[in-house]
Protein backbone atom coordinates (compact mmCIF):
# COMPACT_ATOMS: atom_id res chain seq x y z
CA UNK A 1 0.00 0.00 0.00
CA UNK A 2 1.09 3.50 -0.57
CA UNK A 3 0.52 6.42 1.45
CA UNK A 4 -1.28 8.33 -1.49
CA UNK A 5 -1.77 8.77 -5.62
CA UNK A 6 1.47 8.91 -6.73
CA UNK A 7 2.12 12.67 -8.57
CA UNK A 8 2.42 12.77 -12.17
CA UNK A 9 5.40 14.82 -11.78
CA UNK A 10 9.42 14.06 -13.02
CA UNK A 11 10.64 13.10 -10.12
CA UNK A 12 7.80 12.83 -7.74
CA UNK A 13 8.72 9.85 -5.25
CA UNK A 14 5.93 7.89 -2.99
CA UNK A 15 7.60 4.97 -0.53
CA UNK A 16 5.14 1.91 -0.41
CA UNK A 17 4.95 -0.84 1.58
CA UNK A 18 4.37 -4.30 0.40
CA UNK A 19 3.68 -7.90 2.81
CA UNK A 20 4.23 -11.19 0.77
CA UNK A 21 3.87 -14.41 2.72
CA UNK A 22 4.74 -12.59 6.01
CA UNK A 23 7.79 -10.77 4.79
CA UNK A 24 7.61 -7.42 4.27
CA UNK A 25 9.49 -5.07 1.67
CA UNK A 26 9.64 -1.12 1.35
CA UNK A 27 9.23 -0.11 -2.39
CA UNK A 28 10.17 3.19 -3.33
CA UNK A 29 8.65 4.74 -6.61
CA UNK A 30 9.87 7.37 -8.54
CA UNK A 31 8.31 9.19 -12.11
CA UNK A 32 11.10 9.13 -14.48
CA UNK A 33 9.20 10.66 -17.30
CA UNK A 34 5.58 11.91 -18.40
CA UNK A 35 4.92 11.97 -22.22
CA UNK A 36 1.02 13.24 -22.20
CA UNK A 37 -1.28 10.97 -19.79
CA UNK A 38 1.94 7.96 -19.82
CA UNK A 39 3.94 8.21 -16.63
CA UNK A 40 7.50 6.15 -16.63
CA UNK A 41 8.55 5.16 -13.08
CA UNK A 42 11.85 3.15 -11.84
CA UNK A 43 11.13 1.21 -8.90
CA UNK A 44 13.63 -0.31 -5.76
CA UNK A 45 12.18 -3.16 -3.63
CA UNK A 46 14.07 -3.76 -0.41
CA UNK A 47 12.98 -6.13 2.20
CA UNK A 48 12.59 -5.20 5.44
CA UNK A 49 14.21 -6.70 8.26
CA UNK A 50 12.99 -6.11 12.08
CA UNK A 51 15.60 -5.15 14.58
CA UNK A 52 16.92 -8.33 16.75
CA UNK A 53 14.36 -9.11 19.46
CA UNK A 54 16.15 -8.04 23.03
CA UNK A 55 16.99 -11.62 24.47
CA UNK A 56 15.05 -11.92 27.81
CA UNK A 57 17.05 -10.90 31.16
CA UNK A 58 18.00 -14.00 33.25
CA UNK A 59 16.30 -14.80 36.07
CA UNK A 60 17.25 -13.03 39.52
CA UNK A 61 19.08 -15.33 41.69
CA UNK A 62 16.96 -16.77 44.52
CA UNK A 63 17.78 -15.82 47.62
CA UNK A 64 19.46 -16.79 50.23
Same mark, same amino acid.
Given at each position: ????????? =?? @??????????????? @??? $? =????????? $???????? =? =????????????????
Amino acid at each position: SCPGDLAGN =VG @AFERCSITDNGKRYA @ADV $T =VTAVNGNRI $TTHETIDE =V =VPPPSAAPLPAPPPPS
